[in-house]
């Protein structure tokens, strides 16, 4: 750099106009920050012109919800940035179930446009350094030669680049990102497609009619995001291959090793080695071999000084609990890209759950930079207003739902003004690894699945309030905590319509008018007696001594760990 060059400052840099980089731009915005974003195409979303490759996205647009506040309807709408105008959203698009991705890609456009954005456009960066100033602020090059330095800067580029396995002859195959489309390329072929995710049975749904036999490999068996609760396993709208396979329709899915690809005489030689079998193996002949193994971030222009800490195979870039690269301080990363924390656990990877991370990532650049203290609501310290308050964000915030056991609410106690702290949103780690975790006295709340194993379909259930710990499906869990200590904690049973209101309801007419819990005299009231035990539960911690208080020894779903629901568990 050169003394002549003039650099443009700028106090928080985004790069990336896709919906994650919109939707921390409107939150930098909203609060009118001094932000840019950096964008390398002519407009936003542009992603989403491309991809998924066969146009359709698995992300839910249920219309009809039964909803009229806007908060409540996002439960349901995966798809919306979040936004202060409950008009401009996803749904007013259309209302198929699963859009078009191309339909995407205007609204993305129609947002940056509706709340006027800061996005420099046509903008490829070339090189992203550090100050040698002792600064720390970040030196970013674009491919016109012009000069950006910023206090922080934020990557929201997504998993721009194929992941490709290791495997001798891997050259040779054709991969998800430029494959063609037109199913008449592939009629009457072989085709092998290497892969289990979504990609993956996008791809061979898509060629179902075309091909004369489709096989799906990977080492692994399929897993079902039904049953792991992550999307970023097998959707049950790509799955329609399966029937093909278990019901004989010439089609396979092969829990294998791909040992080599060789091209012989026109065809794919692949060697195979089946995972179940006794180390069996097998040579197969296929007319195309397609690598459908997922994505990978791509760090290519940060230079030597600023290069951040991979993960995961070097698919990921590493990061704190605040989203913050672990070696390079504010550097932070927002989108797809967040999900190493909480990695094939919950919805980091899509956007429904990722905007309500950066929601947070935006209250915590805003506390570390602009000295913003993080958003809370005053509450007395009484067991009614502090069990109302929780009862309606685990009956109405969409975030909570989306992201269960990540995204908690933390209630931070103070004894000596008779309030408490209420602060929405945050990843449960972040609150153990910041200065909420060193806390004496204060509550952690999330949405949570319980333990289970075998069918999901097919699950014993205890209709019993005082055992919602032992529920398998989402319901809500309430932590009492001194410091990174669990003093004690309470369960909500589950509800079908994960919704606990008292005399309030989302619709014009209930669905449910009565369900019968082991104890209740009346099962008409089943709000009520969630009401009611939560409201047990803070009268008996708030009588706590939580210096005197001995931890329970572990965080386990059983009646020794939390005797009963209501009964304040001290355990050595």
Not at 479 to 499: C, K, Q, T, V
Not at 512 to 532: K, L, M, S, W
Request: a negative charge.
């Amino acid at each position: 750099m050169t003394t002549t060059e003039t650099i443009r400052d700028i106090d928080h840099l985004i790069l990336g106009a896709g919906p994650a980089g919109l939707q921390l731009a409107y939150f930098m915005d909203r609060e009118q920050r001094d932000y840019l974003v950096l964008e390398a195409n002519d407009r936003a979303g542009a992603f989403y012109e491309r991809f998924p490759r066969h146009g359709k996205l698995i992300s839910i647009n249920k219309v009809y919800n039964g909803y009229t506040e806007r908060r409540a309807q996002l439960r349901y709408d995966w798809n919306s940035l979040l936004c202060d105008d409950d008009g401009f959203n996803f749904q007013n698009y259309t209302d198929a179930y699963y859009p078009n991705a191309q339909l995407y890609a205007q609204y993305l456009r129609d947002y940056a446009a509706r709340f006027d954005l800061k996005i420099q456009y046509n903008t490829w960066i070339s090189d992203v350094s550090r100050a040698e100033d002792g600064s720390g602020r970040f030196i970013v090059r674009d491919a016109d030669g012009n000069l950006y330095r910023s206090r922080t800067f934020t990557v929201a580029t997504g998993v721009s680049k194929p992941y490709v396995p290791e495997i001798p002859g891997i050259e040779l195959t054709e991969n998800y990102f430029d494959m063609s489309i037109d199913p008449k390329d592939y009629a009457d072929q072989r085709l092998l497609i290497i892969g289990k995710g979504n990609s993956a049975f996008e791809t061979a749904n898509h060629l179902l009619n075309a091909t004369r036999v489709t096989h799906l490999a990977s080492p692994g068996a399929i897993k079902m995001a039904w049953q792991s609760h992550f999307f970023g396993h097998l959707r049950a709208v790509n799955n329609e291959f399966l029937d093909t396979y278990i019901l004989k329709g010439q089609n396979s899915v092969l829990d294998a090793n791909i040992d080599k690809i060789e091209k012989v005489d026109g065809e794919y030689r692949v060697n195979i080695t089946f995972t179940h079998a006794e180390g069996q193996r097998a040579e197969m002949a296929y007319d195309r071999v397609i690598c459908c193994t997922g994505f990978r971030w791509d760090p290519k222009f940060f230079g030597e000084n600023c290069r951040p800490d991979m993960a995961c195979e070097d698919r990921l870039p590493a990061m704190t609990s605040g989203w913050e690269s672990t070696n390079i301080p504010n550097l932070y990363y927002a989108g797809t890209i967040m999900q190493i924390r909480d990695l094939k656990k919950t919805m980091s990877n899509v956007l429904h759950g990722f905007r309500f991370n950066i929601k947070s990532l935006y209250n915590i650049i805003a506390q570390r930079h602009e000295s913003t203290p993080y958003p809370s609501h005053r509450l007395p310290l009484a067991a009614e207003p502090l069990a109302d308050k929780i009862i309606d964000r685990v009956s109405s915030d969409a975030g909570l739902m989306h992201q269960p056991g990540f995204l908690g609410d933390c209630m931070v106690v103070d004894r000596e003004t008779g309030e408490s702290r209420y602060h929405e949103g945050l990843a449960v780690d972040y609150i153990l690894d910041s200065e909420f975790g060193q806390q004496q006295d204060y509550y952690i709340i999330t949405m949570e699945y319980g333990d289970f194993e075998g069918n999901v379909f097919s699950l014993e259930r205890e209709p019993h309030p005082e055992k919602a710990y032992n529920d398998a499906y989402l319901h809500p869990r309430i932590r009492h905590m001194r410091g990174n200590a669990l003093i004690a904690e309470h369960h909500i049973s589950e509800s079908l319509e994960n919704d606990w209101r008292l005399n309030e309801h989302c619709g014009k007419r209930k669905l449910i008018r009565a369900i019968d819990f082991v104890g209740q005299e009346d099962p008409t009231q089943y709000q009520q007696t969630h009401f009611d035990k939560l409201v047990c539960f803070f009268e008996r911690q708030l009588a706590v001594d939580t210096a005197s208080a001995t931890p329970m020894c572990h965080e386990s779903s059983s009646p020794t760990a939390c005797s009963t629901a209501c009964e304040v568990s001290q355990k050595a």
